[in-house]
């Protein structure tokens, strides 16, 4: 009964958190500016990677893109950069960080509506120094001749690094996870390489 109770419970609370964010798609946040201002209020990144902030909910929303913003802070969906990672203007994107650090693994994820009408999501990996403005992205085979080579632009200053990222099978022997192999590659070489 106890357990019943419980799990009454939790799906309750991911019913109520739902409704929340289908009647208020603003979140709590920070926005940071290039001037080195911060703005305090709620939060919604759009479709088209722009940020819509509203000082509070009743207020008006106001709008902004890479041009005068550097970065965002949500209370939910955590840390995004705005970041370049083509050749032209259009080319800058909101990215999510998920590893922060000399290198930094930053993620895109994308969410549609495949032919069947069920929903997909996906999500691209982008790969930068701190200090740069610009990403390269990540292919998706990480054992791939490609995938190594944009990560050793980035890492090729650590030789310990670089053997054990040689081959497919290095990789393999040496980041054993499939899931968190990126995170485990970008950690190491904050942890062990100056």
Known sequence: ???CFLILC??????L????????PYEPGTIY????TFKKGYLKITSSRKVKFKKTLKNK??????KTVTKIKGNYFGEHYYKKWGTTDS???LFKI?????VELYSLTYQGRNGGGGLFIYTDYYIGKANLNTVDQLPERVEGKKFRRIFLKHTSDCKDFTNKIKSKNSIKKNFKNKKTVLVDM???YNENCN
Do not use: P, W
Request: glycine letters at 6%; charged letters at 30%.
């Open 186 to 188: 970008v950690n190491y």
């Open 61 to 66: 929303k106001r709008v902004f893109d890479f």
């Open 10 to 15: 939790i799906l309750s609370s991911f019913q």
């Open 98 to 102: 998920e590893t922060k650090g000399k």
């Open 91 to 93: 080319s800058y994107n």
């Open 33 to 36: 500016f290039k001037d080195g």
């Open 17 to 24: 958190f739902s409704q929340v964010k289908l009647t208020n």
């Open 1 to 3: 009964m106890k357990k």
